[in-house]
Nanobody, 125 residues
Framework: QVQLVESGGGLVQPGGSLRLSCAASGRTFSPVVMGWFRQAPGKEREFVAAISMSGSSTYYSDSVKGRFTSSRGNAKNTVYVQMNSLKPEDTDVYYC??????????????????WGQGTQVTVSS
């Protein structure tokens, strides 16, 4: 059974930084891409960032490009997103996602097969 577990959320002041982690369990699980999405109450879940689990391709939404950086960890199926220069509008629940599909648009939530439970990020003074 595959599980994705996020950690690292919390409260941070505007301009501050946080690093979110996501670890995917499952002995034979080999995702092609792992991504990050965020969602506010009553709003659609929106794409934040994604990273290829082979190679070095990364993808970002325009709203976070230049501030967020996605990376892979040394442990299998572990990814991070480093979030710098955080703004109040970055406040959301952040979700980790993984896909086994080799074709699909990484910024579309329907591309992903597995989701974590979410972690709250609050940017406020």
């Amino acid at each position: 059974q595959v599980q994705l577990v996020e950690s690292g959320g919390g409260l941070v002041q505007p301009g501050g930084s946080l690093r979110l982690s996501c670890a995917a369990s499952g002995r034979t699980f080999s995702p092609v891409v792992m991504g990050w999405f965020r969602q506010a109450p009553g709003k659609e879940r929106e794409f934040v960032a994604a990273i290829s689990m082979s190679g070095s391709s990364t993808y970002y939404s325009d709203s976070v490009k230049g501030r967020f950086t996605s990376s892979r960890g040394n442990a299998k199926n572990t990814v991070y997103v480093q979030m710098n220069s955080l703004k109040p509008e970055d406040t959301d629940v952040y979700y980790c996602a993984a896909t086994l599909k080799r074709q699909g648009i990484v910024s579309v939530k329907e591309t992903y097969d597995y989701w974590g439970q979410g972690t709250q990020v609050t940017v406020s003074s």
